[in-house]
């Protein structure tokens, strides 16, 4: 709780991180660009892919 997750797009396409309860959002991530997004709220978070909904992943925050 409280810690930070830093997204970076080592890619050639954009991405973005968006949390399924649309908690939180990336923003569109260009190649070569990042964003960080903190979790004070413990839970599990689901997310996608703005742009690619396939990819998904989730963070676990915990107390």
Same mark, same amino acid.
């Given at each position: *709780? $409280?810690?930070?997750? =830093?997204?970076?797009? $080592?890619?050639? @396409?954009?991405? &973005?991180?968006?949390?399924?309860? =649309?908690?939180?959002?990336? /923003?569109?991530? *260009? !190649?070569? &660009?990042?964003?960080?997004? =903190? ?10 892919? $703005?742009?690619? !909904?396939?990819?998904? /992943?989730? @963070?676990?925050?915990? !107390?």
């Amino acid at each position: *709780m $409280g810690d930070c997750v =830093r997204w970076v797009n $080592g890619t050639h @396409i954009e991405h &973005s991180a968006v949390a399924l309860d =649309r908690s939180f959002h990336t /923003g569109t991530l *260009m !190649p070569g &660009s990042a964003n960080v997004i =903190r979790f004070d709220t413990p839970g599990d978070v689901p997310y996608t892919c $703005g742009p690619h !909904p396939p990819m998904v /992943g989730k @963070i676990v925050v915990e !107390p």
